[in-house]
């Protein structure tokens, strides 16, 4: 009885000592799986952790990034306003410049020219006979027109007592002048030795002068002039002299349909303005 007593005392042993370490090597086992979970979550915080960094660090860099170009974007948009601004004011500078020297030498050229003119002219009359500067035009003082096509205008002496002088009368001048520093306007002006009778042809931008029993004696003044620089309606002035009619002709070019235009006439010019 005592020996079986001692066996299941021993076999009770055994169990227990048995359960003590299954539970002991549970509660190591459960310990080791929460130890690798936290670890495992603590690299997961981490990485998430690195991933928004470097999230938000992109996100800096591309703004840091936007703004620099934006701002070197800037300040070349800055200094190519500056460029074309100081390249448009030298740029006006330089057309001013070159418009005052076109206009100053237009100017002395027309002073010369007239000048000279006034001085044959004046020999001229010296050595002309006295009947023949005793014939005086009567033709209107003004005439106004637009252009729009036609013959608009007739002025002078009559016309047969032109044609029975010994001598044509002479153009001695072809002169243009512009008006004033932004008036826009503008002046042909026709000098001749005595009154001459005239018509104007209009045609499509262009006015046709034509003076009876005239001629243009000088080749200079038979040179056509370039207004067209000037920006006023006037183009390119034409003088030609047609000596089987006798007559001389001078054609202006317009750079604008219907443009307005008055007409004067002296004794020794012939005045065109173009307001």
Do not use: C, W
């Amino acid at each position: 009885a005592k020996a079986e007593a001692d066996r299941v005392a021993a076999e009770e042993a055994v169990r227990l000592a048995k359960v003590e370490a299954d539970r002991v090597a549970a509660e190591e086992a459960a310990r080791l799986a929460k130890a690798e979970a936290d670890r495992v979550a603590a690299e997961e915080v981490v990485r998430l952790a690195k991933v928004e960094a470097d999230r938000v660090a992109a996100e800096e860099a591309a703004r840091l990034a936007k703004a620099e170009a934006d701002r070197v974007a800037a300040e070349e948009a800055a200094r190519f306003a500056k460029a074309k601004a100081e390249a448009d004011r030298e740029a006006a500078a330089e057309a001013a410049r070159l418009a005052k020297a076109a206009a100053d030498r237009v100017a002395a050229t027309e002073a010369a020219r007239v000048a000279e003119a006034e001085a044959e002219r004046a020999a001229s009359k010296e050595t002309r006979p006295s009947a023949t500067a005793a014939v005086v035009a009567s033709a209107p003082l003004a005439r106004i027109g637009r252009v729009g096509g036609g013959t608009v205008g007739r002025g002078g002496s009559d016309a047969r007592s032109r044609r029975e002088r010994a001598e044509p009368i002479e153009i001695t001048n072809v002169g243009f002048r512009p008006g004033a520093s932004g008036a826009g306007g503008a002046r042909v002006t026709i000098h001749h030795s005595a009154k001459a009778t005239y018509r104007i042809v209009e045609r499509d931008r262009q006015l046709v002068l034509e003076l009876e029993h005239s001629r243009i004696p000088r080749p200079n003044d038979r040179r056509p002039i370039d207004a067209s620089f000037f920006g006023t309606a006037v183009g390119v002035i034409r003088p030609m002299e047609d000596r089987s009619t006798s007559k001389v002709r001078i054609e202006i070019g317009l750079r604008r349909p219907n443009t307005r235009y008055v007409v004067h006439q002296t004794e020794d010019h012939l005045v065109l303005e173009f307001p």
